[in-house]
């Protein structure tokens, strides 16, 4: 057991992406929490940094919304996706195929954009470089940026999403730190069920005992067993 853990602190060292982070500027998310940062904006160059860690294959990650223009960042079958449109339709582009990011690490996400031109980087040595299509290079924002899950933004353009369930750090919207606004409630930010630091709970093990709550906690198995094959 005492191995076990020494070889997760070992792989962590060699990682690029992390580093050592004071608590506080941690936050973990339960699969209904997430934040609103209301900025009104429209930008013609985008900058979005954070990490993150998770087991969760699917998740938002990150969403600047605006009435037609938007900026989603999720995980789809444990790669990193973003979708932009900056008024001329949707484009997207994605974490290089092969790098499975839903594995409790800690990783870095950086996107750069200067008009039609995006970057992606992950863990400082990913880089994926796009040149989004069309004439429109300028991001209106109007409904703000939510971090972890859409909260009441509910528009079509978004399908499916799940929401965060893990810890995300050092999330950095245009210069702005999201997660000191909301610890200091500055500029309408909001924290919904999320609580500081990076909770326990995600590095519980198979022996790890499980506490229930409150009336009407649950567990949910995915995959469930057949009744055929159990017998
Ligand atoms: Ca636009």
Redesign the pocket.
């Known amino acids: 057991m005492i191995a076990l853990k020494l070889t997760f602190r070992f792989v962590n060292l060699v990682n690029p992406g992390f580093k050592p982070h004071h608590p506080t500027t941690t936050l973990s998310f339960y699969g209904s929490s997430y934040i609103h940062f209301p900025v009104q904006e429209a930008r013609g160059s985008t900058d979005i940094s954070f990490r993150f860690r998770t087991h969760l294959a699917d998740a938002i990650l990150l969403l600047a919304a605006g009435k037609t ?1 938007y900026c989603l960042i999720k995980l789809e079958a444990g790669r990193l996706k973003v979708h932009i449109n ?2 001329a339709g949707d484009s997207e582009i994605s974490s290089p195929r092969g790098l499975t990011l839903n594995d409790l690490s800690w990783h870095e996400i950086h996107l750069i954009r200067r008009e039609a031109n995006m970057t992606l980087q992950i863990d400082v040595i990913h880089t994926t470089r796009t040149l989004l299509p069309g004439k ?1 290079f ?3 924002v109007l409904y703000g940026v939510y971090i972890g899950g859409r909260g009441d933004f509910n528009e079509l353009f978004l399908g499916h999403t799940e929401y965060m369930r893990g810890c995300m750090a050092d999330i950095i919207y245009n210069g702005a730190n999201v997660i000191e606004y909301t610890k200091s409630r500055r500029g309408k930010s909001e924290a919904t069920a999320v609580t500081w630091g990076c909770s326990s709970e995600f590095d519980a093990t198979r022996k790890t005992e499980i506490s229930f709550l409150e009336e009407g906690a649950f567990i949910s198995i995915p995959r469930p067993i057949s009744r055929s094959s159990s017998r």
């Open positions: 223009d900056l008024g429109f300028v991001l209106n």
